[in-house]
């Protein structure tokens, strides 16, 4: 269970007023690189941390109440994703939200599945895109674009498909009858990416 910053202040209400104080260190939370703050009773991720009504993310959460927080945007790769944004015939915009959501930047990211690098791409999709080091930030961000320009040609333009295929594999894509694939990962996953999408649009 993951709940935006718009959410969290009547979240914080219902667990402080409702909860008993035993309950409450059951939910944990933390705030990602995009000013996101997260919740769960399931801390996967390991920058959970229990939750108390005057932890920081909780004091931060409610005075942030009523604005949505501004995706960050990585300065560092800007020149760079321009350029390859520009080969490829792709906003630059879409890769920022990308990496944003599968690395948030990280060059030496590395997924439980095994993707690696700023894009998270998977072993078969470097070598297929003739990226011989993952963790070099130009050859990952060259083959993942590579690879979102392709799937965009595949799907006709169809963002959403295109994003699903990029989590979930093509080959999925297709065999669910060119829908998003019922996975919870996926469709936790594109709509993510969308809205970062949209909002770096209007920042570039």
């Known amino acids: ?4 910053a718009a959410y969290t202040f009547v979240f914080v209400i219902v667990l402080t007023c409702v909860l008993p104080q035993s309950a409450t260190a059951e939910i ?3 705030t990602d690189e995009n000013g996101v703050a997260h919740f769960s009773n399931v801390p996967t991720d390991p920058r959970y941390v229990p939750l108390t009504p005057s932890a920081p993310s909780v004091r931060k959460a409610i005075a942030t109440t009523g604005r ?3 995706p960050k945007l990585n300065s560092q790769y800007g020149r760079i994703i321009e350029e390859i944004a520009r080969t490829y015939g792709l906003e630059s915009a879409l890769i920022h939200a990308v990496v944003s ?4 930047y990280r060059v030496t990211a590395v997924s439980r599945k095994g993707a690696g690098g700023l894009m ?5 999709t470097a070598q297929r895109y003739g990226v011989a080091d993952r963790f070099d930030p130009v050859q990952n961000l060259h083959g993942g674009a590579r690879y979102l320009s392709d799937l965009l040609k595949m799907f006709n333009g169809d963002m959403r498909l295109t994003l699903a295929a990029y989590n979930a594999g093509e080959n999925n894509v297709i065999k669910y ?7 919870q990962e996926t469709r936790a996953y594109v709509p993510k990416v969308m ?10």
């Open 1 to 4: 269970m993951k709940l935006s």
């Open 28 to 30: 944990y939370s933390f």
């Open 68 to 70: 949505q927080a501004e």
């Open 101 to 104: 959501v599968e690395s948030a």
């Open 120 to 124: 998270q791409l998977m072993p078969e």
């Open 177 to 183: 009858g060119n829908q998003i694939p019922p996975f």
């Open 195 to 204: 809205e970062l999408y949209r909002k770096y649009q209007l920042r570039m």
